[in-house]
């Protein structure tokens, strides 16, 4: 059973930086990629980061040169650095891991709200 789990997320102001956690247990396999996706109101569901134990990412054109995803292989985390943040990044985002990066996610966390004002 993988069980992913987020803490950071909040309100800040345009321009300003928040970072996203997030800690996985489980599969080995299941957490070979791990990241970030955001879901806005009335919107579908988007990726934002993700990274391999490896270290390949892979990031949305939105958010290239603002946010970094880093990973730590031995506790298994997923760290998100957002700077530069933007009304247009608020979203519920949530932690995400699968078999590539690639692949679907096969698992999610519970979400955590981001808020940013103009």
């Known amino acids: 059973q993988v069980q992913l789990v987020e803490s950071g997320g909040g309100l800040v102001q345009a321009g300003g930086s928040l970072r996203l956690s997030c800690e996985g247990s489980g599969s080995y396999l299941s957490l070979t990629s791990m990241g970030w996706y955001r879901q806005a109101p009335g919107k579908q569901r988007e990726l934002v980061a993700t990274i391999t134990r490896g270290g390949n990412t892979k990031y949305a054109d939105s958010v290239k040169g603002r946010f970094t995803i880093s990973r730590s292989n031995v506790r298994n985390t997923v760290t998100l650095q957002m700077s530069s943040l933007k009304p247009e990044d608020s979203a519920v985002y949530y932690c995400?891991?699968?078999?590539?990066?690639?692949?679907?996610?096969?698992?999610w966390g519970q979400g955590t709200q981001v808020t940013v004002s103009s």
């Open positions: 995400a891991a699968g078999r590539c990066i690639d692949c679907p996610p096969g698992y």
